[in-house]
């Protein structure tokens, strides 16, 4: 959390509202949204034209079980496509940004892209598109034995007919159900059965979704009154020890709930995390933009407020809550929480613009201004910029009778 904001230097814009998409590999959402309120930053929970970057996570590409990238991922294409400023990078790319060292790899990087392509005989298009999907991940360009081992299976599972991104799917399902397995295409064999992407584990055949299934060999199994038997299947607890989820848990399935708007779910299991840890200020304000976001206004300004109750350094609880105040009309209540914002991160770009509206609307010109300028030191260019010069412009006006 920011713990001394005022002496932080002005945020850099590559960081001044970050988004994410897609599991991280390498920390949780919450250690990485704390890493960006760390450096002055806002993490935000849907793009728009003011969003700086979008982080996609590493440990599987947000692709959505038809195929199509996530909406965050095209959402964020569209605004480019409309000259929005938006960057879309890679997790390892975040880290770099934000100042933080890459994780040291479990096993050494050490075959280079052209070795792997040359030694499976693989194109290197299918392998960057393989790569940009999550399935295997490389470090600057380098990659690891337990990487040549995927490779292999999925060129396997590809030659097959089995589509890229119902691999992708099925990997992302196994490492979330299985203990201590990050990488599925290496540490697991995968079969094909009816369609569906299955691990064989002890003798047994594990789907994405947790369910153990019980296969049934066609050409064993078949009868001529049973020609097309379907697998059955068992709950996985009889299976695999993993039992419920933690309060972090909840909230990385909170997060994935949220990306896919599934806001019941989301809110759902955010009171999942809040049951395991009622002292939890992040899943607070997530559920605040989630019930805001399925039109409950009130409850979504309480959440924000049990937020900054549990973390006065949150700014962005601030923020938000500042929002609803401002919705409702509450606007001396809608100044006080955006000075608390700004009073923990100085360099709280939107705050300072809210805070100059909401002056305006009081009518108290002078302070209005002053936050006018305090943005402008931290955004010259851009229409926000140019909406900000309008402003000071109109209130200068104002005080100036004569001119």
């Known amino acids: 959390m920011v713990t001394n904001a005022q002496s932080q230097p002005k945020t850099s814009h590559a960081i001044a509202r970050v988004c994410f998409t897609g599991r991280l590999a390498s920390m949780s959402r919450r250690r990485a949204a704390a890493l960006v309120r760390e450096a002055g930053g806002k993490v935000t929970t849907t793009v728009s034209r003011r969003t700086s970057m979008l982080v996609v996570g590493m440990n599987g590409w947000p692709v959505l079980e038809d195929g199509t990238i996530s909406r965050k991922l095209q959402r964020a294409e569209t605004l480019i496509g409309q000259g929005a400023p938006i960057r879309i990078v890679s997790e390892t790319v975040f880290r770099e940004t934000i100042g933080v060292a890459s994780a040291t790899p479990a096993t050494p990087k050490q075959y280079s892209f052209e070795q792997v392509c ?88 594990l789907a994405p979704d947790g369910q153990l299934v019980l296969d ?101 609880g601030w923020y938000n809550l500042a929002d609803m105040q401002e919705e409702q009309g509450q606007l001396e209540a809608a100044v006080a929480s955006l000075r608390s914002a700004v009073a923990i991160a100085p360099a709280y770009a939107d705050a300072h613009y809210n805070l100059a509206l909401c002056l305006e609307r009081l009518e108290r010109d002078a302070e209005a201004a002053g936050h006018w300028r305090s943005y402008l030191d931290l955004d010259r260019e851009g229409p926000w910029a140019t909406r900000a010069r309008a402003h000071l412009a109109e209130l200068a006006a104002r005080s100036d009778p004569t001119r």
């Not at 499976?120 to 999550?134: C, I, N």
């Open 216 to 316: 049934f060999d066609p050409a064993v199994a078949a009868t001529p009154d049973e020609p097309d038997q379907e697998p059955a299947s068992l709950p996985i607890a009889e299976f695999v020890a993993a039992g419920p989820r933690n309060a972090d848990g909840w909230f990385e399935h909170a997060v994935a709930c949220e990306e896919e708007e599934s806001f019941d779910e989301a809110a759902e299991s955010y009171r999942k995390v809040l049951a395991e840890s009622p002292r939890y200020p992040e899943a607070h304000f997530n559920l605040g933009n989630v019930l805001r976001a399925l039109g409950r206004p009130e409850a979504a300004e309480e959440h924000f407020r049990l937020a900054v109750d549990q973390d006065p350094a949150l700014a962005e």
């Open 118 to 205: 040359g030694t499976l005989d693989l194109p290197p298009a299918s392998v960057r598109r393989w790569e940009m999907l999550g399935l295997i991940r490389s470090d600057n360009g380098q990659y690891d034995f337990q990487d040549i081992l995927s490779l292999r299976a999925i060129a396997e599972l590809t030659a097959r007919g089995v589509p890229t991104t119902r691999i992708a799917a099925s990997v992302r399902g196994l490492a979330s159900v299985l203990p201590d397995t990050d990488r599925p295409l290496a540490q697991l064999t995968l079969v094909e059965r009816s369609g569906a992407l299955l691990a064989e584990v002890e003798g047994v055949l």
